[in-house]
């Protein structure tokens, strides 16, 4: 049984990480055996984390088959009017209780993330890193799991931001504002700049997508 449940945990983890890294896009389709074959698992895990992640939307029906799902704008502004909202509780509780080492860890982040610059995916994945290791220095599991909710929605994004011009450099002083501000038990001042970090990513994916659609 605890195997069981080990490898539908796995196949779920797989395929959304596929997702989340872009191997699998909006419209993709994904068959059961194809998946089983790549991931090195039987069908049964597959089928259920296929199940579960239509369920939280991720997937959708194109007839008898399963596909990625896809934002439109309505979509993608209510996803970030709710992730502004919720990392900027993040920062502020992270401002208030974040441990020593917390704010140390996500300092290191920032300054290691400025070799990146030049490379978008790798500077996406650490940007998701840098947003969890935010989350956890809340302290507040119930935000921490509706913010993982939040992000995995956010794997539905075909493209990333951070490969516009200037993008990266900016994300960067913004990730440092948020430190900063925490570092000095600001919690108004990290709200104040994680929202205005969301704010400026999510111009930033409206001008992304107006050019995609030319």
Do not use: W
Not at 8 to 26: F, H, N, S, V, W
Not at 181 to 189: F, N, T
């Amino acid at each position: 049984m605890a195997e069981g449940k080990q490898g539908q945990r796995d196949a779920y983890e797989m395929i959304l990480d596929a997702i989340d890294t872009g191997t699998y896009k909006p419209g993709d389709r994904l068959v059961e055996n194809e998946l089983a074959e790549r991931f090195g698992v039987s069908r049964t895990p597959i089928r259920e984390a296929l199940q579960r992640l239509e369920t939280q939307s991720l997937l959708t029906r194109d007839g008898r088959s399963l596909i990625v799902a896809s934002l439109d704008h309505s979509q993608l502004a209510e996803l970030y009017v709710v992730r502004a909202e919720l990392e900027g509780l993040a920062a502020s509780l992270a401002a208030q209780h974040a441990a020593p080492e917390e704010i140390r860890v996500l300092r290191e982040m920032v300054e290691e993330d400025r070799q990146l610059l030049d490379n978008p995916s790798a500077l996406s994945r650490a940007n998701r890193r840098f947003h969890k290791q935010l989350h956890l220095a809340s302290h507040n599991r119930y935000l921490v799991q509706q913010l993982d909710l939040v992000h995995r929605s956010m794997a539905l994004l075909a493209t990333t931001s951070l490969a516009a011009e200037g993008r990266s450099e900016d994300a960067i002083a913004e990730h440092d504002a948020i430190v900063s501000a925490i570092e000095v038990r600001d919690q108004d001042a990290a709200r104040a700049a994680l929202r205005k970090h969301i704010s400026r990513a999510f111009e930033t994916r409206i001008k992304l997508d107006s050019t995609l659609g030319d």
